[in-house]
Structures are given as C-alpha cells and as structure tokens.
C-alpha cells in the first residue's frame, strides 16, 4: 500500500506547528505540494522552509472571512483542503464571554465552511478531491472545562458528514479526523508548569495528564502528532475513496464507543 499524491496540491491551515506542521510534512512526503498556512508571515516561510521545496507559505488569517479569501486568491484551486486550524481554551462555562465563544467558532468552524465553500467547486469540477476537517474526541466527550471548544469540535464533525452528502457522487470525499490528546506545542504549553515541577519526562507528564482527565484511554498517553498525520494522509490520498462521511478517531480509544 502507498500513498501517493503526485500530482495533487493541499492546503492545510494552520500548520506552522502541531499536528497541521505533521500532516503538511507527511503529504509532502507522499509527494503533493503543500501550501503551509500561518497568521505570521515570517513563521509561515520558516515552516514551509523547513517541509520540502514543494512546500509554500500562505500567511492569513482563516478566522476571519477576508482572511479566507485572501488565502484562496492566493493558492488558486487545491486537490486537498485539510481544514486544521483550531484554537482551544480551558474556561469555565459561567467566565466564558460571547467574544470566546465567537472567536472559537469563527476559527474552528467558520474558517472550514468558507474555505471548504471557495475551494470544493473546482474540486467537483475536476471529478477529484479531498476535504479533511479536523474535529477532536471532545465533540463527542465535550469536556466540562472548555464547553466552548467541544461544541465548536461536534459542529466541525456534523459539518464534514452534512458536506459528504452534499458533495454524493462527484469525486469529492468528506471527512474528519478525530484526535486524542496529542503531544503538540498546545499540550506542552498546558502542562508547562507541571513539567517544571516534576522529575518525569514529558512523555510521561502528558501519559498521567491523559489518565487524570481522560481515563477511558486505551493506550494510556498522549498521541503524537506524526500518529494523526497518518491518518489524514490516508483520508486525503486516492486509497481512502470509499470513505467518506466518516469521523475517523486517532484517539487512542478514549471515546468510549463501538
């Protein structure tokens, strides 16, 4: 089995680090060129630079819609649309103002509706594509600390299975991809201070924060980011065509759910 994508072209925000920097390395690895997306401009071409000669920066903001339609003037159309860009913020519910709701939905569900409604016309025409939503295990296990961020996650996953309906026959297929808790920069930053306090590796930091807050895990730690990229590698290659509608979890087990 190989995954081959010569020949195709990706967008995939937000992946100056993270799990969007692994999936737009792992694509690029399997031979497509990758617009790499950032708000800096500098960090963008610094990421691109750092992923193969096929990749490109894109600098935009995709939380907001000229952002939007800055990015996709400026790529033109793509084969794959890797709609990764998120934000996530412990709040309680009753210290969560309007303006984090909005700005969590306007980046993590917004910012896939508008470029997934710029770029998937020229996909239907051309009879070939791939759009990939970034949804989370919290859209199902919407978590007690951040309801404002699993809402945003559920909305991402009905939006991906909505638009693989409406997309039914054309070439194009829909999905998201379900991540755990994943050792990306957002993760080590949360668990900073526990780290600095303790005389464990980080891996094993993450692996007790992962028991403490999801204990249904099944492979009792944190993913790495490079374990989700595979997935989304596989979801935008040709060998995924008969999937489509899907949430595909990389969780590790942790929703509790045949």
């Known amino acids: 089995m190989k995954l081959d994508l010569s020949g195709r072209s990706t967008l995939v925000t937000g992946s100056t680090a993270g799990i969007g920097f692994a999936a737009a390395k792992a694509l690029a690895e399997c031979g497509a060129r990758v617009f790499v997306n950032g708000?800096?401009?500098?960090?963008?071409?610094?990421?691109?630079?750092?992923?193969?000669?096929?990749a490109q920066p894109v600098a935009g903001d995709v939380g907001t819609a000229d952002g939007c339609k800055a990015i996709h003037a400026a790529t033109g159309p793509v084969d794959i649309l890797v709609n990764n860009a998120g934000i996530f913020e412990p709040v309680d519910f009753f210290d969560t103002d309007d303006e984090t709701w909005d700005r969590h939905w306007q980046v993590n569900v917004m910012s896939a509706v508008r470029l997934s409604r710029a770029y998937a016309p020229a996909m239907v025409e051309k009879g070939w594509g791939r759009i990939v939503m970034l949804g989370s295990e919290s859209a199902f296990n919407i978590p007690a600390e951040m309801i404002h961020y699993g809402v945003s996650k559920t909305a991402d996953v009905a939006f991906a299975r909505g638009l693989a309906k409406r997309l039914a026959r054309t070439g194009v297929t829909v999905n998201s991809v379900l991540p755990g808790p994943t050792l990306s920069e957002g993760l080590e930053?949360?668990?900073a201070d526990r780290a600095a306090q303790s005389d464990k590796p980080l891996e094993e930091v993450a692996a007790d924060f992962v028991m403490e807050n999801r204990p249904t895990s099944i492979i009792r730690r944190a993913s790495s980011v490079e374990e989700v990229a595979n997935m989304i590698a596989y979801a935008a290659s040709p060998l995924s065509s008969a999937t489509t509608g899907a949430s595909l979890r990389v969780d590790g087990g942790v929703v509790d759910a045949l």
């Open 39 to 54: 708000r800096d401009e500098a960090r963008t071409a610094e990421a691109a630079g750092l992923i193969a000669a096929r």
């Open 189 to 191: 930053d949360m668990l």
